[in-house]
Nanobody, 117 residues
Framework: QVQLVESGGGLVQPGGSLRLSCVDSGSIFSDNFMAWYRQAPGKQREMVAGIDRYNTINYADSVKGRFTISRDNAKNTVYLQMNSLRLEDTAVYYC???????????WGQGTQVTVSS
């Protein structure tokens, strides 16, 4: 069954912005650590940003100051606001839910972000 659904990807010019959304129906959302990952062709998947149940946030160095992760527990949704996009941000972006001990983490299907002039 589909448990994470990402949306909001698309084609943007360098310097542009996109807002990604991920809706989680697979577990008790408010308990989860939620994260955004990305994978570009020929590269390994990397974590872009994460946010835990206490609203503690971490970012990859490559996106600090440009991307913002947030969550809305009432909507079971995690967001990634991406500003000042660069060519190297082009990738498939994946949502990941980590429920904690007792249940396996799971992935969304991914949404394509392409930054091109």
């Amino acid at each position: 069954q589909v448990q994470l659904v990402e949306s909001g990807g698309g084609l943007v010019q360098p310097g542009g912005s996109l807002r990604l959304s991920c809706v989680d129906s697979g577990s008790i959302f408010s308990d989860n650590f939620m994260a955004w990952y990305r994978q570009a062709p020929g590269k390994q998947r990397e974590m872009v940003a994460g946010i835990d149940r206490y609203n503690t946030i971490n970012y990859a160095d490559s996106v600090k100051g440009r991307f913002t992760i947030s969550r809305d527990n009432a909507k079971n949704t995690v967001y990634l606001q991406m500003n000042s996009l660069r060519l190297e941000d082009t990738a498939v972006y994946y949502c990941r839910a980590v429920p904690g001990v007792g249940r396996s983490a799971y992935w969304g299907q991914g949404t394509q972000v392409t930054v091109s002039s």
